[in-house]
């Protein structure tokens, strides 16, 4: 059983800075991937990062390219860096983990449903 919390959501005006925080209990695996995905009101939940086992294994997704960072610790506890926040960025996120695909890594990790486990998800509201 694993499971997720994060932390560090919160409400910032356009242009500032948040940093979420995920942390893990029960069993995570030295090779899942991690991940951080959002939903906005009325919207499909989207994937914005994932780290996966491997040195440059990390995506980005365009619309917050040059802006988030993601990394994750020796103790999986994974980590975004917001930075240049819109209020587009508004949205409920969610940390979540997966196994590792046969395919290997691929772009399809920003797909939510690739991920097996998912946290309760954390508040991040910009405004303008």
């Known amino acids: 059983q694993v499971q997720l919390v994060e932390s560090g959501g919160g409400s910032v005006q356009a242009g500032g800075s948040l940093r979420l925080s995920c942390a893990q209990s029960?069993?995570?695996?030295?090779?899942?991937?991690m991940g951080w995905f959002r939903q906005a009101p009325g919207k499909e939940r989207e994937g914005v990062a994932v780290?996966?086992?491997?040195?440059?294994?990390t995506l980005i997704a365009d619309s917050v390219k040059g802006r988030f960072t993601v990394s994750r610790d020796k103790s999986y506890v994974l980590y975004l860096e917001m930075t240049s926040l819109k209020p587009e960025d508004t949205a409920m996120y969610y940390c979540?983990?997966?196994?590792?695909?046969?395919?290997?890594?691929?772009?399809?990790?920003?797909?939510?449903?690739?991920?097996?486990?998912w946290g309760q998800g954390i508040q991040v509201i910009v405004s303008s």
């Open positions: 780290v996966c086992p491997g040195g440059l294994n």
């Open positions: 979540a983990a997966t196994p590792p695909r046969s395919a290997g890594f691929g772009s399809y990790y920003l797909q939510p449903k690739e991920f097996a486990f």
């Open positions: 029960g069993y995570i695996h030295s090779s899942y991937c």
